[in-house]
């Protein structure tokens, strides 16, 4: 393997030497360590120290001339890869060890059965068979409804060349049920606005729940309708009352309809919309 910088390294377990002093290297640098509150990478601690090894030998002549120690180039990497797979051995060993392999064969004591051959029909089942009963033929059966006789009136031969006057025909009566004019539809009373519908709507269903309570109904003060201060009249349309945005309009006191008012109020509302955008 090609580690950091672009030199080639290989993997420690090549060599029994270069093993145990990563072996005696990783248990001096243990995982975790920190010095002043900072953690210190394990296998960079391991690193320069197996350089700082290997330099001491490469630089001493009469080492080298005595003896054959040769520590090859290793990295981070290959540490890493090396450790991994040494601590999966020794746990796999463990397990063995925990754990005796079986002594007698895997296999079974009686032979496996022959292999059934695949059928070529449609097999047969023991259950009886579901029978289906048609239903009797009826056909020519069905008795025929008579229709009763079509009066058909006698076709009238007439002499072209003797003239004949014809008949006065009578204006129809009209039957008896659209001879009736249909009923007036009843005067229509005056408009609630919808408000004034939601709220009398709304002390219904408080009365009628108060009286499948038990409870007396909440007697309140019965109000038609409300009462404008400037001319004393109701505040509806008939009247010429209106409502736009929260505010309330008299067209006898400000002299002016509905329509011009509300035009009026409309038109303020776009321009005070157009400035905002702006």
């Known amino acids: 393997m090609v580690g950091q910088g672009g030199q080639a390294a ?11 002093v990563c072996v005696q290297l990783s248990r001096i ?3 975790g360590t920190t010095i002043s509150g900072v953690r210190v990478n394990r296998w960079a601690a391991v690193m320069r120290d197996y350089i700082c090894i290997q330099e001491n030998i490469l630089t001493n002549p009469v080492l080298v001339a005595q003896t054959r120690i040769q520590l090859f180039p290793l990295n981070q990497r290959t540490l890493a ?6 601590t999966r051995e020794l746990v796999r060993r463990a397990l063995e060890m925990a754990v005796p392999l079986p002594t007698s064969s895997a296999l079974a004591s009686e032979p496996t059965p022959t292999v059934r051959p695949r059928p070529t029909g449609p097999e047969l089942s023991a259950a009886q068979p579901l029978q289906f ?11 025929q409804r008579r229709r009763g006789p079509v009066d058909v009136a006698p076709a009238i031969i007439g002499h072209p060349h003797e003239p004949h006057e014809a008949p006065v025909t009578q204006p129809l009566s009209p039957p008896a049920d659209t001879a009736t004019a249909p009923l007036p539809p009843p005067p229509a009373g005056p408009s609630v606005p919808r408000t004034t519908a939601w709220r ?3 002390k219904e269903e408080a009365d ?3 009286r499948q309570q038990g409870n007396p109904p909440k007697q309140r003060k019965k109000i038609e309708n409300y009462i404008c201060k400037c001319c004393g009249r109701p505040k509806t349309k008939e009247f010429g009352h209106s409502q736009f945005g929260g505010e309330f309009f008299c067209s006898t006191s400000a002299g002016k309809t509905i329509q011009e008012w509300l035009e009026e109020k409309r038109r303020e509302k776009k321009n005070r919309a157009g400035g905002d955008s702006h």
């Open 10 to 20: 290989q993997m420690p377990n090549i060599s029994r030497l270069v093993e145990a």
């Open 29 to 31: 640098h243990p995982e």
């Open 81 to 86: 890869q090396w450790h991994y797979t040494r």
């Open 133 to 143: 009963h048609n239903p009797p033929d009826l056909s020519g059966q069905a008795t």
């Open 200 to 202: 009398r709507k709304k």
């Open 208 to 210: 009628e729940l108060a």
